[in-house]
């Protein structure tokens, strides 16, 4: 019930948004989440090994789960330990400057405050990333406000925001050369070609492991989480934007960030049927991609609903608040708080 309170609040908030043009109801929006997302009590798959974690970093244990851990969060851990602080702050902590990071690219790059500030609430950024993967939304926040810096070509703040991210998540680290790669133009050739080459990757990719030797991951009975509703409709949207991307004046870098996306989702869907086990692997990747859509999906919703019309925009709050529903009433688990910051 608790995740149906807070739809309507944010939503109330977002009304009176719209009735006052008011940069201070998007903060407190924001307020919000990170106070429902840094109190809650065993939510998430990974909340059991997060405790288990603050506890061997506390007593000085080097478990594997420790020593594999990237040394961003073992720092944090440490240092809250050190303060006397609970793993409830860690989490608290975390979830203030992953939204923090969220809000400021929002209100700096956003077409539509609001509208984005309800993507990333509605769609599944916030609670099946946000209450999961935390380490990994960490670093996908810190990416999703470095790519001003690819934008301006500001090349040593980037690398800088990439190396923090790859501290709390080594998959960051993948995304250095972005830099160069989201810089370059690409043609519709060059576009075909590229599509052609992900279509052949991913159906030689179960024989590329045969070859080299690990041909039993081709067919574990695995199958990563992901919502394929959820994916399907960015697929849409990400197809519409590639169609639209001059009509809706995007820069050089948003294009291809999308067009990017567009090559890792059809991957997903690939391997979907073709080869399950590795879309683990895809999934991750494209989250640092998927959340630039609350930056990207409201430029292409000003478009159509200038062109077309305005009840496109109201059709897509509904549409993304079905899927809210979905999520808070098949997936989520009940809600429950705890505000024990520090150990007395």
Known sequence: MEYLYLYF??????????????IR??????????LFSGFRYYIGTDYPMYMKIFSLIKNNIAHYEVLRL??????????????????????????????YLIYKNIKKESSDILMSTLIYFLVGAYYSAGFNLIRQVMAISIFFYSINFIKQRKIIKYFLFIILGSLFHKSCFVL?????????????FIKVILIFITVSFNFLLPKAYEIIGYGQYTILEYKATTNFITLSLFFILALLIEIFSNRIFLDSVSKNI???????????????????TMNQVFIRMSLYFTFYYIILIPQLLRYLTKKYSKIIKFLFFICISVLYFKTFLLQLPIYKYNFILFEF
């Open 176 to 188: 250095l050369p972005l830099y160069w790669i989201l810089n370059l133009k690409y043609n519709r």
């Open 70 to 99: 990237e040394k961003g969060y073992y720092f944090l851990v440490k240092f809250i330990a050190s303060i006397k602080g609970t793993q409830q702050l860690t989490f608290l902590v975390i979830a203030f400057f992953t939204n």
């Open 25 to 34: 109801k998007i903060k407190l929006i924001f307020l919000i989440l990170i």
């Open 258 to 276: 999308n067009f990017f996306t567009i090559l890792l989702v059809l991957s997903i869907f690939l391997n979907e049927k073709n080869f399950p």
């Open 9 to 22: 609040l944010v939503i109330t908030i977002g009304i009176l948004y719209l009735n006052r043009s008011d």
